[in-house]
Nanobody, 119 residues
Framework: QVQLVESGGGLVPPGGSLRLSCVASGSISSTYVMGWYRQAPGTQRERVARIFNGGPTVYGDSVKGRFTISRDNAKNMVYLQMNSLKPEDTAVYYC?????????????WGQGTQVTVSS
């Protein structure tokens, strides 16, 4: 059992910044691919960013150049630095941990944190 808890969401004006945090129980961050997803009302859940153990990252096209994902395995933490925020970034943001180990899929989700970009 793994628990993921997000924090850092809130209300921010266009062009502003927020830093989301996700803490994982145990020492899960060193073996799992960690990611951030988001979902706005009436839309499909969108993959925002992923970070693999060792540092490689992948970003969705809509956030490239504006968002940065990072992880601190010693603290079991994952972060999403969001800059130059736009109204279309408004969504519930979810932390995700994923592993496919020897063909067995293991995945966990946080409860989500609301990000609202509005003047």
């Amino acid at each position: 059992q793994v628990q993921l808890v997000e924090s850092g969401g809130g209300l921010v004006p266009p062009g502003g910044s927020l830093r989301l945090s996700c803490v994982a129980s145990g020492s899960i961050s060193s073996t799992y691919v960690m990611g951030w997803y988001r979902q706005a009302p009436g839309t499909q859940r969108e993959r925002v960013a992923r970070i693999f153990n060792g540092g490689p990252t992948v970003y969705g096209d809509s956030v490239k150049g504006r968002f940065t994902i990072s992880r601190d395995n010693a603290k079991n933490m994952v972060y999403l630095q969001m800059n130059s925020l736009k109204p279309e970034d408004t969504a519930v943001y979810y932390c995700n941990a994923f592993r496919n180990y020897l063909g067995v899929r293991d995945e966990y989700w946080g409860q989500g944190t609301q990000v609202t970009v509005s003047s």
